[in-house]
């Protein structure tokens, strides 16, 4: 009994396991794409700390924000720089793509669907955000 049971469980996180890779790839492309759109380029999305500093200049931020995530590391204090760091990025991001405070919520909280909104859509990058504050 034992052994069908180690058998099926075996079989669920395989499947389980190709749904996330293929989430992964999904999420990859679609950050791929607003890359492109902002006229870097899109294979920057594969590699992790150089990503995030791509999207730093897409924003207009300056690069050397990267190690302000290092604050991640503090307990408490540093995680809640890390989520206020996220959500200006999110607002600089949606900024940078023409998009409402509706959609920086979207970003904050669904991010996971709404990057591939922003690159799979019809949106258009309009410039980096944080240069020009009146974007929005």
Do not use: H
Request: no cysteine; net charge positive; aromatic share 14%.
């Amino acid at each position: 009994m034992s052994a069908l049971m180690l058998g099926t469980n075996g079989g669920l996180v395989g499947i389980l396991v190709v749904i996330y890779i293929v989430v992964i790839v999904f999420e990859i492309a679609a950050l791929w794409k607003v890359f492109v759109k902002a006229g870097q380029p899109g294979w920057a999305a594969i590699i992790p700390i150089y990503n995030l500093y791509i999207l730093l200049k897409i924003i207009g931020r300056p690069g050397w924000w990267i190690f302000l995530f290092l604050l991640g590391i503090i307990p408490f204090i540093g995680w809640i720089a890390v989520v206020v760091l996220s959500i200006i990025i999110a607002v600089d991001l949606a900024k940078s793509f023409a998009k409402s405070t509706g959609f920086v919520v979207g970003l904050v909280l669904l991010n996971f669907i709404f990057i591939p909104i922003l690159g799979f859509g019809e949106s258009r990058y309009v410039g980096p955000a944080a240069s020009n504050p009146r974007a929005m």
